[in-house]
Protein backbone atom coordinates (compact mmCIF):
# COMPACT_ATOMS: atom_id res chain seq x y z
CA UNK A 1 0.00 0.00 0.00
CA UNK A 2 1.26 3.35 -0.81
CA UNK A 3 0.23 6.84 1.24
CA UNK A 4 -1.49 9.26 -1.15
CA UNK A 5 -2.99 13.13 -0.22
CA UNK A 6 -6.64 13.11 -2.33
CA UNK A 7 -8.10 17.04 -1.61
CA UNK A 8 -6.45 17.28 1.08
CA UNK A 9 -7.11 13.70 2.59
CA UNK A 10 -5.01 11.03 3.60
CA UNK A 11 -5.64 7.72 1.54
CA UNK A 12 -4.08 4.59 1.28
CA UNK A 13 -3.65 3.41 -2.73
CA UNK A 14 -2.69 -0.48 -3.77
CA UNK A 15 0.80 -0.32 -5.31
CA UNK A 16 0.27 -0.40 -8.84
CA UNK A 17 -3.37 0.73 -9.54
CA UNK A 18 -3.89 3.58 -11.10
CA UNK A 19 -5.64 7.13 -10.08
CA UNK A 20 -8.76 6.62 -11.21
CA UNK A 21 -9.09 2.99 -9.89
CA UNK A 22 -8.28 4.43 -6.39
CA UNK A 23 -10.60 7.35 -6.49
CA UNK A 24 -13.57 5.15 -7.11
CA UNK A 25 -12.31 2.59 -4.52
CA UNK A 26 -12.79 5.53 -2.01
CA UNK A 27 -16.11 6.86 -2.94
CA UNK A 28 -14.61 9.31 -5.28
CA UNK A 29 -16.74 10.21 -8.37
CA UNK A 30 -14.22 11.39 -11.51
CA UNK A 31 -16.01 11.90 -14.95
CA UNK A 32 -15.09 9.74 -17.83
CA UNK A 33 -16.04 8.86 -21.22
CA UNK A 34 -14.25 6.41 -23.37
CA UNK A 35 -12.90 4.25 -20.24
CA UNK A 36 -14.32 0.73 -19.72
CA UNK A 37 -14.38 -1.53 -16.91
CA UNK A 38 -11.96 -4.43 -17.69
CA UNK A 39 -9.92 -3.07 -20.64
CA UNK A 40 -6.81 -0.92 -21.02
CA UNK A 41 -7.11 2.58 -19.96
CA UNK A 42 -6.25 4.77 -23.94
CA UNK A 43 -6.12 8.46 -21.81
CA UNK A 44 -8.42 9.28 -25.04
CA UNK A 45 -11.34 11.44 -23.75
CA UNK A 46 -9.30 13.60 -20.98
CA UNK A 47 -12.55 13.96 -18.78
CA UNK A 48 -10.93 12.08 -16.25
CA UNK A 49 -7.61 14.96 -15.95
CA UNK A 50 -7.12 15.65 -11.97
CA UNK A 51 -4.31 17.83 -10.54
CA UNK A 52 -1.01 16.80 -9.32
CA UNK A 53 1.13 18.65 -7.04
CA UNK A 54 4.36 19.48 -9.28
CA UNK A 55 3.58 18.56 -12.47
CA UNK A 56 2.81 21.21 -15.07
CA UNK A 57 -0.05 20.21 -16.84
CA UNK A 58 -2.94 17.67 -15.92
CA UNK A 59 -3.34 14.25 -15.64
CA UNK A 60 -5.55 11.61 -16.94
CA UNK A 61 -6.38 9.55 -14.21
CA UNK A 62 -7.23 6.37 -16.10
CA UNK A 63 -3.48 5.54 -17.29
CA UNK A 64 -1.85 7.16 -14.10
CA UNK A 65 -0.17 4.85 -11.78
CA UNK A 66 -0.17 6.13 -8.11
CA UNK A 67 3.07 7.13 -6.47
CA UNK A 68 3.85 7.13 -2.50
CA UNK A 69 3.47 10.62 -1.41
CA UNK A 70 1.23 12.06 -4.50
CA UNK A 71 -1.18 15.20 -3.95
CA UNK A 72 -4.28 15.34 -5.86
CA UNK A 73 -6.77 17.34 -6.33
CA UNK A 74 -9.47 16.12 -8.52
CA UNK A 75 -12.05 19.02 -8.73
CA UNK A 76 -10.32 22.14 -8.02
CA UNK A 77 -11.11 24.72 -10.33
CA UNK A 78 -8.55 24.37 -12.91
CA UNK A 79 -9.49 20.80 -13.41
CA UNK A 80 -13.36 21.75 -13.40
CA UNK A 81 -12.52 24.38 -16.36
CA UNK A 82 -10.68 21.73 -18.43
CA UNK A 83 -13.55 18.95 -18.24
CA UNK A 84 -16.50 21.82 -19.07
CA UNK A 85 -14.33 22.97 -21.66
CA UNK A 86 -13.61 19.31 -23.59
CA UNK A 87 -17.98 19.04 -23.12
CA UNK A 88 -18.99 22.11 -24.74
CA UNK A 89 -16.30 21.18 -27.39
CA UNK A 90 -18.35 17.75 -27.71
CA UNK A 91 -21.20 19.61 -27.69
CA UNK A 92 -20.52 22.65 -30.60
CA UNK A 93 -20.55 19.97 -33.53
CA UNK A 94 -23.48 17.84 -31.80
CA UNK A 95 -26.99 17.63 -33.11
CA UNK A 96 -29.55 19.64 -31.15
CA UNK A 97 -32.14 17.23 -31.00
CA UNK A 98 -32.22 15.90 -27.19
CA UNK A 99 -35.69 16.00 -27.31
CA UNK A 100 -36.18 13.16 -30.35
CA UNK A 101 -33.01 11.35 -29.59
CA UNK A 102 -33.88 7.47 -28.64
CA UNK A 103 -31.11 8.24 -25.76
CA UNK A 104 -32.74 10.78 -24.10
CA UNK A 105 -32.35 10.92 -20.20
CA UNK A 106 -29.79 7.94 -20.66
CA UNK A 107 -27.18 9.73 -22.25
CA UNK A 108 -23.76 9.90 -20.65
CA UNK A 109 -22.76 13.13 -22.90
CA UNK A 110 -26.03 15.28 -21.85
CA UNK A 111 -25.11 13.59 -18.00
CA UNK A 112 -22.29 15.48 -18.36
CA UNK A 113 -23.11 18.30 -19.33
CA UNK A 114 -25.81 18.65 -16.43
CA UNK A 115 -22.83 17.51 -14.03
CA UNK A 116 -20.68 19.92 -14.85
CA UNK A 117 -22.97 22.91 -15.03
CA UNK A 118 -23.43 23.63 -18.68
CA UNK A 119 -26.14 25.65 -19.54
CA UNK A 120 -25.19 27.69 -22.26
CA UNK A 121 -23.68 27.51 -25.50
CA UNK A 122 -19.95 28.97 -25.56
CA UNK A 123 -18.48 27.48 -27.96
CA UNK A 124 -20.34 27.07 -32.15
CA UNK A 125 -19.19 24.49 -34.81
CA UNK A 126 -20.50 23.38 -37.57
CA UNK A 127 -23.04 20.69 -36.92
CA UNK A 128 -22.15 16.86 -37.49
CA UNK A 129 -23.67 16.00 -40.71
CA UNK A 130 -24.06 11.92 -41.76
CA UNK A 131 -26.18 9.96 -43.39
CA UNK A 132 -28.22 7.84 -40.91
CA UNK A 133 -27.20 4.32 -41.88
CA UNK A 134 -30.41 1.87 -42.02
CA UNK A 135 -29.12 -0.77 -43.50
CA UNK A 136 -29.11 -3.95 -40.88
CA UNK A 137 -31.88 -5.11 -39.71
CA UNK A 138 -31.32 -4.36 -36.20
CA UNK A 139 -28.86 -1.72 -35.69
CA UNK A 140 -29.43 2.26 -36.58
CA UNK A 141 -25.79 3.76 -37.12
CA UNK A 142 -25.87 7.43 -36.86
CA UNK A 143 -22.18 8.68 -37.18
CA UNK A 144 -23.63 12.80 -36.41
CA UNK A 145 -23.88 11.57 -32.78
CA UNK A 146 -20.76 9.74 -32.20
CA UNK A 147 -18.33 11.40 -30.03
CA UNK A 148 -15.16 8.76 -30.71
CA UNK A 149 -14.87 7.38 -27.74
CA UNK A 150 -13.96 4.45 -29.54
CA UNK A 151 -15.66 1.88 -26.94
CA UNK A 152 -17.70 -0.20 -29.92
CA UNK A 153 -14.31 0.00 -31.85
CA UNK A 154 -12.54 -1.51 -28.63
CA UNK A 155 -15.62 -4.23 -27.78
CA UNK A 156 -16.34 -5.40 -30.45
CA UNK A 157 -12.43 -5.73 -31.33
CA UNK A 158 -11.47 -6.99 -28.12
CA UNK A 159 -14.34 -9.08 -27.24
CA UNK A 160 -15.93 -10.13 -30.39
CA UNK A 161 -13.10 -10.03 -32.12
CA UNK A 162 -15.13 -9.08 -35.41
CA UNK A 163 -13.41 -6.25 -35.51
CA UNK A 164 -16.32 -4.33 -37.92
CA UNK A 165 -15.44 -0.78 -36.97
CA UNK A 166 -12.57 1.22 -37.02
CA UNK A 167 -11.19 4.63 -36.99
CA UNK A 168 -11.25 6.64 -40.64
CA UNK A 169 -9.85 9.80 -42.31
CA UNK A 170 -7.51 11.76 -39.79
CA UNK A 171 -7.91 14.70 -37.81
CA UNK A 172 -11.32 16.95 -36.95
CA UNK A 173 -12.63 14.49 -40.15
CA UNK A 174 -11.59 11.35 -38.20
CA UNK A 175 -14.97 9.21 -37.59
CA UNK A 176 -15.73 5.73 -36.90
CA UNK A 177 -17.01 3.23 -39.91
CA UNK A 178 -17.06 -0.15 -40.93
CA UNK A 179 -14.74 -1.61 -44.00
CA UNK A 180 -14.73 1.10 -46.74
CA UNK A 181 -17.05 3.00 -45.24
CA UNK A 182 -19.55 0.65 -46.03
CA UNK A 183 -23.50 0.35 -45.10
CA UNK A 184 -23.71 -2.01 -41.74
CA UNK A 185 -25.72 -4.46 -44.01
CA UNK A 186 -22.32 -5.28 -46.00
CA UNK A 187 -20.51 -5.50 -43.23
CA UNK A 188 -19.00 -8.55 -41.12
CA UNK A 189 -21.43 -6.90 -38.08
CA UNK A 190 -23.21 -10.11 -36.61
CA UNK A 191 -25.96 -8.14 -35.10
CA UNK A 192 -25.17 -8.95 -31.35
CA UNK A 193 -25.13 -5.33 -29.85
CA UNK A 194 -22.60 -5.11 -27.76
CA UNK A 195 -22.01 -2.09 -29.14
CA UNK A 196 -25.22 -0.32 -28.55
CA UNK A 197 -24.64 -1.61 -24.78
CA UNK A 198 -21.10 0.47 -24.60
CA UNK A 199 -21.91 3.52 -26.67
CA UNK A 200 -22.21 6.27 -24.45
CA UNK A 201 -24.73 8.54 -27.00
CA UNK A 202 -27.18 7.43 -29.64
CA UNK A 203 -24.86 6.53 -32.14
CA UNK A 204 -25.43 3.17 -32.10
CA UNK A 205 -29.19 1.90 -30.74
CA UNK A 206 -31.91 -0.47 -32.16
CA UNK A 207 -34.20 0.25 -35.25
CA UNK A 208 -37.79 0.64 -33.50
CA UNK A 209 -41.21 -0.58 -35.31
CA UNK A 210 -43.75 0.60 -33.21
CA UNK A 211 -45.36 2.07 -35.80
CA UNK A 212 -45.78 -0.92 -37.67
CA UNK A 213 -46.56 -2.89 -34.30
CA UNK A 214 -49.63 -0.32 -33.57
CA UNK A 215 -50.63 -0.31 -36.91
CA UNK A 216 -51.30 -4.06 -36.80
CA UNK A 217 -52.49 -4.01 -33.00
CA UNK A 218 -55.35 -2.00 -34.70
CA UNK A 219 -55.79 -4.26 -37.79
CA UNK A 220 -59.59 -5.62 -37.38
CA UNK A 221 -58.76 -9.28 -39.28
CA UNK A 222 -55.17 -9.35 -37.78
CA UNK A 223 -53.98 -11.67 -35.42
CA UNK A 224 -50.79 -10.79 -33.17
CA UNK A 225 -49.31 -12.76 -31.53
CA UNK A 226 -46.77 -12.16 -28.81
CA UNK A 227 -44.12 -14.57 -27.41
CA UNK A 228 -41.19 -13.57 -25.34
CA UNK A 229 -37.85 -14.84 -24.03
CA UNK A 230 -37.37 -16.19 -20.39
CA UNK A 231 -34.42 -13.66 -19.80
CA UNK A 232 -36.82 -10.75 -20.26
CA UNK A 233 -39.04 -11.45 -16.86
CA UNK A 234 -35.84 -10.88 -15.09
CA UNK A 235 -34.56 -8.21 -16.97
CA UNK A 236 -36.84 -5.62 -17.43
CA UNK A 237 -37.93 -5.72 -13.84
CA UNK A 238 -35.29 -2.84 -12.59
CA UNK A 239 -36.69 -0.51 -15.92
CA UNK A 240 -40.14 -1.09 -14.62
CA UNK A 241 -39.29 -0.14 -11.23
CA UNK A 242 -39.82 -3.30 -9.27
CA UNK A 243 -36.93 -5.14 -7.33
CA UNK A 244 -34.02 -5.46 -9.67
CA UNK A 245 -33.59 -9.70 -10.87
CA UNK A 246 -37.24 -10.64 -10.00
CA UNK A 247 -39.35 -12.44 -11.74
CA UNK A 248 -42.28 -10.83 -13.79
CA UNK A 249 -43.52 -13.35 -16.24
CA UNK A 250 -47.18 -13.20 -14.62
CA UNK A 251 -47.13 -9.41 -14.61
CA UNK A 252 -45.74 -9.26 -18.07
CA UNK A 253 -48.64 -11.82 -19.31
CA UNK A 254 -50.76 -9.09 -18.07
CA UNK A 255 -49.45 -6.23 -19.86
CA UNK A 256 -49.35 -7.63 -22.87
CA UNK A 257 -53.08 -8.59 -22.88
CA UNK A 258 -53.86 -5.12 -22.02
CA UNK A 259 -51.70 -3.49 -24.52
CA UNK A 260 -54.07 -5.69 -26.71
CA UNK A 261 -52.06 -9.02 -28.42
CA UNK A 262 -54.97 -11.82 -29.12
CA UNK A 263 -52.44 -14.70 -27.17
CA UNK A 264 -49.23 -14.26 -24.99
CA UNK A 265 -46.50 -17.28 -25.18
CA UNK A 266 -43.48 -18.07 -23.39
CA UNK A 267 -40.59 -18.62 -25.50
CA UNK A 268 -39.44 -20.66 -22.42
CA UNK A 269 -41.66 -23.26 -24.22
CA UNK A 270 -39.78 -23.16 -27.54
CA UNK A 271 -36.36 -23.36 -24.93
CA UNK A 272 -37.51 -27.11 -23.84
CA UNK A 273 -38.81 -27.93 -27.47
CA UNK A 274 -34.78 -26.82 -28.70
CA UNK A 275 -33.47 -29.06 -25.69
CA UNK A 276 -35.24 -32.09 -26.30
CA UNK A 277 -34.41 -31.86 -30.11
CA UNK A 278 -30.92 -30.80 -29.97
CA UNK A 279 -30.33 -33.77 -26.99
CA UNK A 280 -31.46 -35.90 -29.58
CA UNK A 281 -29.42 -34.95 -32.03
CA UNK A 282 -26.59 -34.86 -29.99
CA UNK A 283 -26.99 -38.55 -29.27
CA UNK A 284 -27.70 -39.20 -32.58
CA UNK A 285 -24.55 -37.57 -33.59
CA UNK A 286 -22.74 -39.82 -31.10
CA UNK A 287 -24.23 -43.34 -31.61
CA UNK A 288 -23.11 -42.59 -35.71
CA UNK A 289 -19.63 -41.03 -34.63
CA UNK A 290 -20.41 -38.24 -36.80
CA UNK A 291 -20.08 -34.36 -36.81
CA UNK A 292 -18.56 -34.27 -33.54
CA UNK A 293 -18.50 -32.10 -31.05
CA UNK A 294 -22.06 -30.95 -31.71
CA UNK A 295 -21.72 -26.80 -31.07
CA UNK A 296 -25.17 -24.72 -30.27
CA UNK A 297 -27.57 -23.21 -32.96
CA UNK A 298 -29.46 -20.51 -30.24
CA UNK A 299 -27.71 -17.83 -30.44
CA UNK A 300 -28.18 -16.13 -34.17
CA UNK A 301 -24.66 -13.75 -33.84
CA UNK A 302 -23.34 -16.76 -33.32
CA UNK A 303 -24.28 -18.18 -36.06
CA UNK A 304 -23.96 -15.59 -38.70
CA UNK A 305 -20.06 -15.44 -37.17
CA UNK A 306 -19.89 -19.15 -38.16
CA UNK A 307 -21.43 -18.76 -41.15
CA UNK A 308 -18.61 -15.67 -42.30
CA UNK A 309 -15.64 -16.66 -40.51
CA UNK A 310 -15.63 -20.64 -40.11
CA UNK A 311 -17.71 -21.89 -42.27
CA UNK A 312 -15.55 -24.97 -42.78
CA UNK A 313 -17.05 -25.98 -39.19
CA UNK A 314 -20.48 -25.56 -39.86
CA UNK A 315 -21.23 -29.12 -40.20
CA UNK A 316 -20.57 -29.28 -36.58
CA UNK A 317 -23.12 -26.67 -36.44
CA UNK A 318 -26.87 -28.01 -34.98
CA UNK A 319 -29.57 -27.93 -37.25
CA UNK A 320 -32.11 -26.78 -34.40
CA UNK A 321 -33.67 -23.47 -35.06
CA UNK A 322 -33.35 -21.15 -32.25
CA UNK A 323 -36.39 -21.05 -29.57
CA UNK A 324 -37.83 -18.36 -31.38
CA UNK A 325 -38.27 -19.54 -34.23
CA UNK A 326 -39.48 -22.76 -33.01
CA UNK A 327 -42.02 -20.86 -31.74
CA UNK A 328 -42.48 -18.88 -34.88
CA UNK A 329 -43.10 -22.24 -36.88
CA UNK A 330 -45.13 -23.21 -34.36
CA UNK A 331 -47.89 -20.57 -33.92
CA UNK A 332 -48.36 -20.47 -37.66
CA UNK A 333 -48.13 -24.27 -37.93
CA UNK A 334 -49.40 -26.36 -35.31
CA UNK A 335 -51.52 -23.21 -33.17
CA UNK A 336 -52.93 -21.73 -35.93
CA UNK A 337 -54.14 -25.41 -37.26
CA UNK A 338 -55.73 -25.86 -33.67
CA UNK A 339 -57.48 -22.80 -34.29
CA UNK A 340 -58.15 -23.12 -37.72
CA UNK A 341 -56.55 -19.31 -38.31
CA UNK A 342 -55.21 -18.57 -41.82
CA UNK A 343 -51.50 -18.38 -41.08
CA UNK A 344 -51.85 -15.21 -43.29
CA UNK A 345 -54.08 -13.46 -40.49
CA UNK A 346 -51.58 -13.99 -37.93
CA UNK A 347 -48.91 -10.95 -37.34
CA UNK A 348 -46.50 -13.04 -34.94
CA UNK A 349 -43.79 -10.75 -32.66
CA UNK A 350 -41.06 -11.67 -30.48
CA UNK A 351 -39.53 -9.82 -27.51
CA UNK A 352 -35.65 -10.82 -27.43
CA UNK A 353 -33.09 -9.67 -25.21
CA UNK A 354 -30.86 -9.39 -28.05
CA UNK A 355 -30.70 -7.54 -31.48
CA UNK A 356 -29.41 -10.20 -33.58
CA UNK A 357 -32.82 -11.70 -33.07
CA UNK A 358 -34.12 -8.84 -35.80
CA UNK A 359 -31.56 -10.25 -38.09
CA UNK A 360 -32.65 -13.81 -37.60
CA UNK A 361 -36.10 -13.16 -37.69
CA UNK A 362 -35.71 -12.15 -41.36
CA UNK A 363 -33.48 -14.58 -42.86
CA UNK A 364 -34.67 -16.52 -45.84
CA UNK A 365 -34.30 -19.73 -43.61
CA UNK A 366 -36.74 -18.87 -41.31
CA UNK A 367 -39.76 -18.90 -43.86
CA UNK A 368 -42.41 -21.60 -44.58
CA UNK A 369 -43.81 -21.01 -47.83
CA UNK A 370 -43.05 -17.68 -48.46
CA UNK A 371 -44.27 -16.92 -45.09
CA UNK A 372 -41.85 -15.38 -42.22
CA UNK A 373 -42.14 -17.38 -38.74
CA UNK A 374 -41.68 -14.30 -37.42
CA UNK A 375 -42.69 -11.05 -38.81
CA UNK A 376 -41.43 -8.05 -36.08
CA UNK A 377 -38.91 -8.49 -33.07
CA UNK A 378 -38.73 -6.30 -29.90
CA UNK A 379 -35.74 -5.74 -27.77
CA UNK A 380 -36.16 -6.24 -23.94
CA UNK A 381 -35.64 -1.46 -24.14
CA UNK A 382 -38.37 -1.96 -26.34
CA UNK A 383 -40.95 -3.96 -24.29
CA UNK A 384 -40.38 -1.16 -22.00
CA UNK A 385 -40.96 1.56 -23.96
CA UNK A 386 -44.20 -0.09 -25.21
CA UNK A 387 -45.58 -0.53 -22.04
CA UNK A 388 -45.12 3.12 -21.22
CA UNK A 389 -46.38 4.26 -24.48
CA UNK A 390 -49.15 2.29 -23.65
CA UNK A 391 -49.78 3.64 -20.15
CA UNK A 392 -49.69 0.46 -17.92
CA UNK A 393 -48.78 0.36 -14.71
CA UNK A 394 -47.38 -2.89 -14.30
CA UNK A 395 -47.32 -2.64 -10.57
CA UNK A 396 -50.85 -2.74 -10.25
CA UNK A 397 -51.55 -5.52 -12.06
CA UNK A 398 -52.43 -8.63 -11.35
CA UNK A 399 -50.15 -12.02 -12.51
CA UNK A 400 -51.77 -14.03 -15.15
CA UNK A 401 -50.60 -16.69 -17.07
CA UNK A 402 -49.37 -16.97 -19.95
CA UNK A 403 -52.13 -18.87 -23.01
CA UNK A 404 -52.08 -22.23 -24.22
CA UNK A 405 -51.21 -24.60 -25.07
CA UNK A 406 -47.39 -22.87 -24.73
CA UNK A 407 -48.03 -22.09 -21.08
CA UNK A 408 -46.36 -24.76 -19.49
CA UNK A 409 -42.00 -24.58 -19.48
CA UNK A 410 -39.27 -26.18 -16.94
CA UNK A 411 -36.46 -24.60 -15.03
CA UNK A 412 -34.52 -25.57 -17.74
CA UNK A 413 -35.45 -23.85 -20.36
CA UNK A 414 -35.49 -20.55 -18.05
CA UNK A 415 -31.77 -21.87 -17.68
CA UNK A 416 -30.54 -20.97 -21.02
CA UNK A 417 -30.78 -17.28 -20.32
CA UNK A 418 -27.21 -17.52 -18.65
CA UNK A 419 -24.23 -18.40 -20.48
CA UNK A 420 -23.62 -22.45 -19.13
CA UNK A 421 -27.41 -22.92 -19.02
CA UNK A 422 -28.36 -24.56 -22.56
CA UNK A 423 -25.07 -27.18 -21.51
CA UNK A 424 -26.82 -27.92 -18.61
CA UNK A 425 -30.03 -28.32 -19.69
CA UNK A 426 -28.90 -30.76 -22.89
CA UNK A 427 -27.05 -32.59 -20.36
CA UNK A 428 -30.34 -33.06 -18.02
CA UNK A 429 -32.28 -34.44 -20.97
CA UNK A 430 -29.11 -36.24 -22.57
CA UNK A 431 -28.60 -38.31 -19.59
CA UNK A 432 -32.44 -39.28 -19.03
CA UNK A 433 -32.49 -40.22 -23.10
CA UNK A 434 -29.64 -42.27 -23.17
CA UNK A 435 -29.80 -43.75 -19.64
CA UNK A 436 -33.49 -44.00 -19.12
CA UNK A 437 -32.68 -42.60 -15.53
CA UNK A 438 -33.07 -39.32 -14.01
CA UNK A 439 -30.01 -37.79 -12.63
CA UNK A 440 -29.47 -37.99 -9.29
CA UNK A 441 -28.65 -33.99 -8.66
CA UNK A 442 -29.83 -31.56 -11.14
CA UNK A 443 -27.38 -29.15 -10.22
CA UNK A 444 -24.13 -28.50 -12.06
CA UNK A 445 -21.90 -26.22 -10.82
CA UNK A 446 -18.83 -26.19 -12.70
CA UNK A 447 -21.07 -25.01 -15.96
CA UNK A 448 -22.38 -22.02 -13.44
CA UNK A 449 -20.49 -18.97 -12.38
CA UNK A 450 -18.65 -15.87 -14.49
CA UNK A 451 -15.43 -17.52 -16.34
CA UNK A 452 -16.28 -16.81 -20.02
CA UNK A 453 -15.07 -20.33 -20.61
CA UNK A 454 -16.17 -23.51 -18.75
CA UNK A 455 -15.11 -27.35 -19.77
CA UNK A 456 -16.24 -30.24 -17.65
CA UNK A 457 -16.66 -34.18 -18.31
CA UNK A 458 -19.98 -35.93 -17.26
CA UNK A 459 -20.33 -40.08 -17.04
CA UNK A 460 -23.38 -41.54 -18.36
CA UNK A 461 -23.29 -45.10 -18.19
CA UNK A 462 -20.60 -45.84 -20.52
CA UNK A 463 -20.69 -42.65 -22.25
CA UNK A 464 -18.30 -39.82 -21.04
CA UNK A 465 -19.66 -36.39 -22.46
CA UNK A 466 -16.88 -34.05 -22.86
CA UNK A 467 -18.60 -30.26 -22.40
CA UNK A 468 -17.18 -27.33 -23.23
CA UNK A 469 -18.95 -23.50 -22.55
CA UNK A 470 -17.85 -20.51 -24.01
CA UNK A 471 -19.58 -16.27 -24.18
CA UNK A 472 -17.97 -13.82 -26.10
CA UNK A 473 -17.23 -14.69 -29.77
CA UNK A 474 -12.88 -14.11 -29.12
CA UNK A 475 -13.40 -17.28 -26.93
CA UNK A 476 -15.11 -18.74 -29.20
CA UNK A 477 -12.62 -18.37 -31.50
CA UNK A 478 -9.83 -19.97 -30.00
CA UNK A 479 -11.86 -22.56 -28.79
CA UNK A 480 -12.69 -23.41 -32.53
CA UNK A 481 -9.30 -22.92 -33.06
CA UNK A 482 -8.50 -26.08 -31.29
CA UNK A 483 -11.23 -27.90 -32.44
CA UNK A 484 -9.72 -27.11 -36.06
CA UNK A 485 -6.25 -28.46 -34.61
CA UNK A 486 -7.75 -32.21 -33.77
CA UNK A 487 -8.91 -31.69 -30.65
CA UNK A 488 -11.25 -34.46 -29.95
CA UNK A 489 -12.62 -34.92 -26.18
CA UNK A 490 -15.36 -32.50 -26.52
CA UNK A 491 -19.12 -33.92 -27.52
CA UNK A 492 -20.94 -30.78 -27.17
CA UNK A 493 -20.27 -27.07 -27.33
CA UNK A 494 -22.65 -23.92 -25.93
CA UNK A 495 -21.15 -20.71 -27.55
CA UNK A 496 -23.05 -17.40 -26.85
CA UNK A 497 -21.83 -14.21 -28.82
CA UNK A 498 -22.68 -12.06 -26.15
CA UNK A 499 -20.64 -12.34 -22.29
CA UNK A 500 -22.24 -13.72 -19.55
CA UNK A 501 -25.43 -14.81 -21.84
CA UNK A 502 -28.27 -13.48 -23.09
CA UNK A 503 -28.85 -11.98 -19.68
CA UNK A 504 -25.98 -9.47 -20.93
CA UNK A 505 -27.99 -9.37 -24.52
CA UNK A 506 -27.53 -6.61 -26.89
CA UNK A 507 -31.30 -5.63 -26.25
CA UNK A 508 -30.97 -5.24 -22.74
CA UNK A 509 -31.90 -2.20 -20.36
CA UNK A 510 -28.56 -0.54 -20.06
CA UNK A 511 -26.48 -1.36 -17.22
CA UNK A 512 -22.71 -1.59 -16.39
CA UNK A 513 -22.93 -2.51 -12.74
CA UNK A 514 -21.74 -6.05 -12.31
CA UNK A 515 -23.27 -6.56 -9.45
CA UNK A 516 -27.08 -6.24 -11.46
CA UNK A 517 -25.49 -8.86 -13.76
CA UNK A 518 -24.91 -11.14 -11.15
CA UNK A 519 -28.61 -10.52 -9.82
CA UNK A 520 -30.12 -11.53 -13.04
CA UNK A 521 -27.99 -14.22 -13.47
CA UNK A 522 -28.69 -15.54 -9.80
CA UNK A 523 -32.34 -15.11 -9.94
CA UNK A 524 -32.28 -17.41 -13.30
CA UNK A 525 -30.75 -20.27 -10.90
CA UNK A 526 -32.83 -19.14 -7.45
CA UNK A 527 -36.26 -20.39 -9.98
CA UNK A 528 -34.14 -23.50 -10.70
CA UNK A 529 -33.87 -24.20 -7.61
CA UNK A 530 -37.31 -23.75 -6.43
CA UNK A 531 -39.47 -25.20 -9.79
CA UNK A 532 -40.77 -28.42 -9.53
CA UNK A 533 -40.32 -29.20 -12.88
CA UNK A 534 -36.72 -28.95 -13.91
CA UNK A 535 -36.23 -31.21 -16.98
CA UNK A 536 -37.80 -30.11 -20.58
CA UNK A 537 -38.26 -34.14 -21.55
CA UNK A 538 -41.00 -34.00 -18.67
CA UNK A 539 -42.54 -31.34 -19.72
CA UNK A 540 -46.73 -32.26 -20.11
CA UNK A 541 -47.00 -29.70 -22.89
CA UNK A 542 -43.77 -30.65 -24.94
CA UNK A 543 -45.22 -34.41 -24.50
CA UNK A 544 -48.39 -33.86 -25.83
CA UNK A 545 -47.16 -31.52 -28.57
CA UNK A 546 -44.95 -34.81 -30.11
CA UNK A 547 -48.16 -36.96 -29.80
CA UNK A 548 -50.48 -34.58 -31.43
CA UNK A 549 -48.22 -32.66 -34.53
CA UNK A 550 -44.26 -33.79 -34.39
CA UNK A 551 -44.43 -37.54 -33.75
CA UNK A 552 -40.68 -37.57 -32.10
CA UNK A 553 -37.64 -35.87 -31.59
CA UNK A 554 -36.29 -36.05 -35.10
CA UNK A 555 -38.87 -37.33 -36.81
CA UNK A 556 -39.49 -36.22 -40.69
CA UNK A 557 -41.92 -33.73 -39.34
CA UNK A 558 -40.12 -32.37 -36.73
CA UNK A 559 -36.72 -31.96 -38.97
CA UNK A 560 -38.98 -29.84 -41.77
CA UNK A 561 -40.37 -27.60 -39.25
CA UNK A 562 -37.45 -27.15 -36.48
CA UNK A 563 -34.38 -27.53 -38.25
CA UNK A 564 -32.50 -25.84 -40.76
CA UNK A 565 -29.32 -25.20 -42.60
CA UNK A 566 -27.15 -22.29 -43.43
CA UNK A 567 -24.58 -21.24 -46.28
CA UNK A 568 -21.34 -19.81 -46.48
CA UNK A 569 -21.57 -16.01 -46.32
CA UNK A 570 -19.17 -13.65 -48.31
CA UNK A 571 -19.05 -10.00 -46.41
CA UNK A 572 -16.53 -6.88 -46.37
CA UNK A 573 -13.79 -7.47 -43.83
Known amino acids: MVNIEVNNQQIQAKEGETILDTLNRNGIKVPTLCRMEGFSPTGA ?59 NGNCELQDLAVELNIRERRISGNKSKANLDQSSPGIVH ?12 RVCEEIQSVSTFDFIKRGNKTAIATTMNKDLNFSNCVHCGQCIMVCPTGALHEKINFDVLLEMLNKKDSKVIVQYSPTIAISVAEDLGIRSGKDISGLINAAL ?25 LLDRIKYDNGLPLISSCCPGWI ?22 MMGTLIKGYFAQEEKISPEKIFSVSIMP ?15 KGISD ?22 QLQEEMADNPFNTRSSAGKLVSVSGGMAEAIIRTTHFLYSKKEMPEYKITKLRGTKERREMNIQIGDLNLGIAVVSGLKNAKNLLEEIRNGRKDLHYIEIMACPGGCINGGGQPFCSDEKVM ?18 AHKNPAIIRLYEKFLEEPLSVKANSLLHTRYSERDVLL
Open 45 to 103: CRLCVVEIEGKPGLIPSCSFHVEESLKIKTHSPRVIRSRKMLVELLLSNHPDDCLYCVR
Open 142 to 153: DPAKCVLCGRCV
Open 257 to 281: RKIGFFKVFDTTFGSDLLIYEQSAE
Open 304 to 325: KYMEQSHFDLMENVSTCKSAQQ
Open 354 to 368: CTAKKFEAQREEMTH
Open 374 to 395: IDLVLTSRELVKLINLCGIDVQ
Open 518 to 535: KGRAKAVYDLDEKDGLKV
